[in-house]
């Protein structure tokens, strides 16, 4: 991408008529996902060769009215006056009862144009949580444990027990979130995003005598952020092998919750992701 954008804005310097053009721009658009290219570093680079590009062809000032129509039914109109957008929404939103099985057809009709126009179309859905993406190469995998601290003369001793989904856990009762990630290669920034349960809590233990000699990483650093809804850790290196992450919560609020899954990605790789399964538990008094 970048080496695109910066040929792109290049020949415009020295030929913004060259044919080769037209063509580059199409396919800096065409590699758009959602609303960047690749990388932060790219996307600047391609949203600075398309601007170049717009200012050079005369599409700041282009002027024309169209319409949207979504199976050749209309569904928008647009105005747009010197480059600028006078009527029409940006967003459509369509129910799935208006769409066909098989192919859909989206398309503009101008009319009184001068300038050109076009169309970009972002699809989002979703999917039971219960059906988890992978990645080949990337696993994650999440377990939950009952944790239980003992006192060993004038120590304290921690003891696991694996817990089953559904299982049920009593309010206050510790539990450690154990998240394994196994790479096949060497990766750089990488993101891991816990999701903590609705009525849960991250316990605080390090100042807690209880957990002086608990670990969150094992064989791995990497830097922590605490949110209200979940845990993040950011690492700039993961070296191939598996790597486990663990930290402590506990249930506040009696009931039926899920966990919803934990996902792992490279930070200039988005689409490359993986989760792992949703947990369910039961939360009483």
Do not use: C
């Amino acid at each position: 991408m970048e080496t695109t954008a910066t040929l792109l804005t290049n020949l415009l310097a020295i030929d913004s008529k060259d044919p080769l053009v037209s063509s580059l721009a199409e396919f800096l658009v065409r590699k758009r996902s959602g609303h960047w290219w690749n990388t932060t570093r790219a996307t600047a680079k391609v949203v600075t060769a398309l601007s170049d590009y717009a200012g050079a062809t005369g599409e700041f000032d282009a002027s024309y009215s169209l319409r949207l129509l979504v199976n050749g039914k209309q569904r928008e109109e647009y105005v747009v006056e010197k480059g600028k957008l006078i009527r029409g929404s940006q967003v459509i939103s369509l129910p799935a009862t208006e769409l066909k099985r098989g192919e859909n057809r989206v398309s503009l009709t101008g009319k009184e144009s001068q300038g050109a126009f076009y169309l970009s179309a972002n699809l989002d859905y979703t999917v039971p949580p219960e059906v988890a993406m992978q990645s080949p190469g990337l696993i994650i995998e999440r377990q939950f444990y009952r944790l239980k601290a003992k006192r060993d003369g004038d120590r304290w001793r921690l003891e696991r027990l694996p817990l089953q989904p559904g299982e049920k856990v009593a309010i206050g009762e510790e539990v450690e979130v154990r998240l394994t990630v196994d790479a096949r290669e060497d990766m750089n920034f990488l993101i891991l995003e816990d999701r903590l349960p609705a009525g849960f809590e991250v316990r605080e233990f390090r100042e807690d005598p209880r957990f002086s000699s608990y670990s969150e990483y094992w064989g791995l650093s990497a830097h922590k952020e605490r949110h209200d809804e979940r845990m993040a850790y950011f690492m700039n290196n993961l070296p191939a092998g598996r790597h486990e992450f663990r930290y402590i919560v506990y249930p506040e609020l009696e009931g039926s919750v899920i966990a919803l899954p934990a996902s792992v990605w490279p930070m200039y790789v988005p689409t490359f992701r993986s989760e792992s399964s949703p947990w369910t538990f039961q939360v009483v008094r």
